[in-house]
Nanobody, 126 residues
Framework: VQLQASGGGLVQAGGSLRLTCAASGRTSSSYALGWFRQAPGKEREFVGG????????SYADSVKGRFTISRDNAKNTMFLQMNSLKPEDTAVYYC????????????????????WGQGTLVTVSS
C-alpha cells in the first residue's frame, strides 16, 4: 500500500487547509486510514481516522469540532478539512493505513498502522 499526503502549507491562525491522502496499491475495504501529526520536539499524535468498512470516523479531542475527515471511496482517498487552525496545530501531518483495525473504529496508536505516507507540513502562524 502506498500513501501520498498532500495539501499542507502556511496559513494564518483561524484559517483553513484541506489535506488529501491518496491510497494506492493493495488497498482493501477492510482497512482503516488515519491521520497523525508530529510537531517539532513532540511525540507523534493521533488526529483522526476512518474505518473504511464501517465508515466510523474518530477524532482526537484536540481537533474535535474543528477538523473533519471525509473520503472518496472510488478514489481510495481520505481528506482532512482543518478549520479554525491554531499555531499549536503546526506539525508534519501523516496519513497511515491499518490493515487490521478494530471492527467498528480506528486505532489511535501509531504502532497499529503498517503503512505510512511521507507527510505534509502544516504551519499556522499567529
Amino acid at each position: 500500500v502506498q500513501l501520498q499526503a498532500s495539501g499542507g502549507g502556511l496559513v494564518q491562525a483561524g484559517g483553513s487547509l484541506r489535506l488529501t491522502c491518496a491510497a494506492s496499491g493493495r488497498t482493501s475495504s477492510s482497512y482503516a486510514l488515519g491521520w497523525f501529526r508530529q510537531a517539532p520536539g513532540k511525540e507523534r499524535e493521533f488526529v483522526g481516522g476512518v474505518n473504511w468498512r464501517s465508515s466510523r470516523i474518530s477524532y482526537a479531542d484536540s481537533v474535535k469540532g474543528r477538523f473533519t475527515i471525509s473520503r472518496d471511496n472510488a478514489k481510495n482517498t481520505m481528506f482532512l478539512q482543518m478549520n479554525s487552525l491554531k499555531p499549536e496545530d503546526t506539525a508534519v501531518y501523516y496519513c497511515a493505513a491499518d490493515t487490521n483495525p478494530p471492527p467498528f473504529g480506528t486505532s489511535s496508536y501509531g504502532a497499529s498502522y503498517e503503512y505510512w505516507g511521507q507527510g505534509t507540513l502544516v504551519t499556522v502562524s499567529s
